[in-house]
């Protein structure tokens, strides 16, 4: 791959410059205009809530960033290692199990310090949040939690064992879950609440959910070395250690996350550009873009993870986003497809990568109903859910825009109510279904180079090809 | 009824003593011991939080208590009506919304105002809770809402109307929503999210929701006289201001609700007494309990609301409870068998009454799945999710400890698992079972008077009973 043109956007092949990393950020003037973004809708409803000033990236939730990978130091690794080995009991984890492990060990979850217990797990599932040590609400929507089968649980049941090995498809050990707990895990109940359908055809029920066992095991994680994919894309697997390092690297004075599973077009380009310079007239001095495209399961009909980061690459390299003040990195959660509930997780995620501003669009997270001919949630909910979710009171949300191809001015603009039939509205499927035909969209409504990426990807399934083709690479 | 015996537990017919409405109560010393009921279960879990005292009854949700009855003074009950008899739209209120207008009118889901807005239902819908004018979390975990016909939707839209008149069965105004606002009723993802399953045969989504409209209607009301059900049972439907009145009037330093939809029985009686023994261990004087039946809808096999308050009156008769420290009401509700859900929407409500001690047991406001042979809820996650509600930490949880018959000693008590053989559990459909098939029970279950309530209603049924018997009596 040809990077060099767009080195400057993904931070691990920039030139390092090692004696600005602990500056101290000024403060910004007060952007005044963000505290807007709480509408007041009457009632008991969402008040406004300030926004929050602080002089250094926005705090990880919990106060601290957990971070589970145990240290190098003093052959440590080794040692966790041969414990994980000896260990009488040793759960399997599949692909999306793997993901979660890698989102737990670098603290995405912060505060979570393992699988969830069932208190997290009732919490998740009512709440949408969990209580800190501290008394405070952080936000917390979809479950994190590893599935057991029944005979595996009578087993450490019955051997009283406080600690287990959880291991990769050919046994090498991964982690060590310890303290544990196991109980039920009611599939029907888990469903109906995170997803608000228990409709079947829902992907990740499919992937990970249906087959599972009828049994969960939390505990608190020690994992024995960084989870790598070998893929050829783990560089771009920047942890929100990583992250907030390249952060105040650049001085960002404000941090604000695009959050996508789709290639990139150039009504995305002018939203994210669109948000730098609101920010920049609130006052603040270098805010800096995180791009960051989700790295773990998704479904069959999305594109894959490796041919949407070929896209982003060409959108990078052809300057339709500024590489100064991009940050390009893979998010390695699996996604849910759970609409309002998802959209918490996926900013609550990026607060605990050092992300202070959040871009929400329509139906984030959303896809068709898996079994009526109609949205599965309403495209509006996301933002609105977003907006009132508790542990979220300090990330500024940031509403989309709707941007559509303006068939007069040839390009993607902010749709114009009062000329609404001079704009075309091109979905997510609409795209792929030129790229699969091998038409062209409209001028302007991609970069040459990246669409040509999606063509190929497209050229690359044959009808007869292996649905394995569809898969994204799994931890190794 | 021979209700004279009682009376000293049903405050609307004990005599009033007025000096001492106004008392107010010294602080009890810190009932430390209650803190302890928040268990530490690890990682981000629940952390003990601590027992606030308070010099007079725990304040309610929002501050202040909701009324929403128009006051009668200066003729504005009568302008209210015909307001309400102008208005160009009326929404026809069935059993269910009509019990729901009573709850709101009366500020038992305080600080709410109305049937909910959108902002309001997706927040009870995501969270359990809503967040308040000032900020605070308050907690809601059932939808209050009143659905909307898509013709009448077309025509209050279309019309621009901002206030609407609700109506009885027989058009007569009831209340008028004002600031309205309409929005789409999702009803699959209301009823999986509330109940955790979207099985067939809920009994609140068969009454109230599968044909109900598609659209959902929110705003502020004024109701325009108390909601009254003239069945003989109106003396009791105390409101959360009457009830307040009535424990200051007790000088009541603590009050412990017990909410109910079955017939007591001695382990209930049993439970009630030792919770007021542990209460003035604790240091409280005059701890007051609420025996709080629920009034409105239930399903058709629960025993209706007029022979169980039959019962409940046969069982105070008969001293089982001590009169001069219980206070009998009823509690308009209706139920909603949605388990760990519903649980904290009964106890909350019970705070706005005056409440600061909840009663919990096994499988709160559980049922049986409507489908599968298994109960719809995990008999513990009722006081779980309950204790780590966002909302109710000013509310003291007491988990039940489990009453059974005790063989040995011919009488309900605690169940001893160092000799669990003694010990016989009698379930609500074994009692219900029994008491159908004109059995008695074993000796000291219950008492005779309030047994002999059960036989008469059964025996009042028919095999041929037109099902209308099986309904409770609706708001006139």
Known sequence: ?????????????????????????????????????????????????????????????????????????????????????????????????????????????????GFMREAEFLQALHFNAIRGGDGAMVNMSVPIVLPLGDAQRRAIQASGARRVALVDATDRPLAVLSDIEIYRHNKEERIARTWGTTAPGLPYVDEAITNAGDWLIGGDLEVIEPIKYNDGLDQYRLSPAQLREEFARRNADAVFAFQLRNPVHNGHALLMTDTRKRLLEMGYKNPVLLLHPLGGFTKADDVPLSWRMKQHEKVLEEGVLNPESTVVAIFPSPMHYAGPTEVQWHAKARINAGANFYIVGRDPAGMGHPTEKRDLYDADHGKKVLSMAPGLEKLNILPFKVAAYDTKQKKMDFFDPSRKDDFLFISGTKMRTLAKNRQNPPDGFMCPGGWKVLVE????????????????????
Chains 1, 2 share one sequence.
């Open 457 to 476: 990807y497209y050229d690359s399934l044959t009808p007869s090809a292996d649905s394995s083709k569809l898969r994204e690479a799994v931890a190794a």
């Open 1 to 113: 791959m040809a990077m060099q043109a767009a080195a400057s956007m993904f931070p691990q092949l920039a030139p390092r410059r090692g004696s600005d990393r602990a500056v101290v950020l000024a403060p910004p003037p007060p952007p005044a205009r963000v505290a807007m973004r709480r509408r007041s809708s009457g009632g008991v409803a969402a008040a406004a809530r300030g926004v929050r000033c602080r002089a250094s990236l926005i705090e990880p939730d919990g106060g601290r960033l957990v971070e589970l990978v145990v240290p190098e130091e003093g052959g440590r690794r080794e040692a966790a290692r041969r414990e994980a080995a000896a260990l009488a009991h040793r759960v399997r984890l599949g692909r999306v199990e793997t993901e979660w492990l890698h989102v737990l060990s670098e603290g995405w979850a912060s505060p979570l310090r």
